[in-house]
């Protein structure tokens, strides 16, 4: 089992920053992809960002530049800068890993317990 504990979360005013991060513990040797989903009231959960242990990264659609993933393979630790925050990024921020590619997260991937960010106008 991964247990996935996010952190970073918060309330924020547009045009603003906020950086999450997400620790992986447990038997965690063979996971590869590691992002950030988010899912906003009324709609469907939406991918951010993730990234391979290689470090090849994946974002959401018009989403890059403003947000950057990262991630520290020692410590086992994935961060989303978030910058330039709009009303619409306000959802609850879910961190996930899997074991197979980027494209396998969503179906087979472990999930934190999300966290909130709110972005007001």
């Known amino acids: 089992q991964v247990q996935l504990v996010e952190s970073g979360g918060g309330l924020v005013q547009a045009g603003g920053s906020l950086r999450l991060s997400c620790a992986a513990s447990?038997?965690?040797?063979?996971?590869?992809?590691m992002g950030w989903y988010r899912q906003a009231p009324g709609k469907q959960r939406e991918l951010v960002a993730a990234?391979?242990?290689?470090?090849?990264?994946t974002y959401g659609d018009s989403l890059k530049g403003r947000f950057t993933i990262s991630r520290d393979n020692a410590k086992n630790t994935v961060y989303l800068q978030m910058n330039s925050l709009k009303p619409e990024d306000t959802a609850v921020y879910y961190c996930?890993?899997?074991?197979?590619?980027?494209?396998?997260?969503?179906?087979?991937?472990?999930w934190g317990q999300g966290t909130q960010v709110t972005v007001s106008s």
């Open positions: 996930n890993a899997a074991r197979g590619p980027i494209a396998t997260m969503m179906n087979w991937g472990y």
């Open positions: 447990g038997i965690i040797f063979t996971i590869n992809a």
């Open positions: 990234i391979t242990r290689s470090g090849t990264t």
